[in-house]
């Protein structure tokens, strides 16, 4: 079993950035697959980017490829999620998840484990 606090969230510019952390308890995280969500007032949560064990496979929705990446430090128990380019758009609470796949699914109904979520607001 995996616990995940996510961190990095807040309020921020239009085009302007943020890095969000998860940190993960545990000595297994290099055993998931990590994705991170958000979820805006009234839309279903939507898988932003994924994330494979070892780290050399990602994912991205296309609403935020070229803007967020994601990596993952194993050493450190920790996925992180780079925004950059942000837009009014991007508010919502974002959360990270793990699942036991090796590969990032693009469901969230695969992930077995979320965090608390952080709440990003992008002010235009």
């Known amino acids: 079993q995996v616990q995940l606090v996510e961190s990095g969230g807040g309020l921020v510019q239009a085009g302007g950035s943020l890095r969000l952390s998860c940190a993960a308890s545990?000595?297994?995280?290099?055993?998931?697959?990590m994705g991170w969500f958000r979820q805006a007032p009234g839309k279903e949560r939507e898988l932003l980017a994924g994330?494979?064990?070892?780290?050399?496979?990602?994912r991205y929705a296309d609403s935020v490829k070229g803007r967020f990446t994601i990596s993952r430090d194993n050493a450190k128990n920790t996925v992180y999620l780079q925004m950059n380019s942000l837009k009014p758009e991007d508010t919502a609470v974002y959360y990270c998840?793990?699942?036991?796949?090796?590969?990032?699914?693009?469901?969230?109904?695969?992930?077995?484990?979320w965090g608390q979520g952080t709440q990003v607001t992008v002010s235009s």
């Open positions: 994330i494979s064990r070892s780290g050399s496979n990602t």
């Open positions: 545990g000595r297994t995280f290099s055993t998931y697959a």
């Open positions: 998840a793990a699942t036991t796949s090796a590969l990032p699914p693009t469901t969230r109904f695969s992930y077995g484990y």
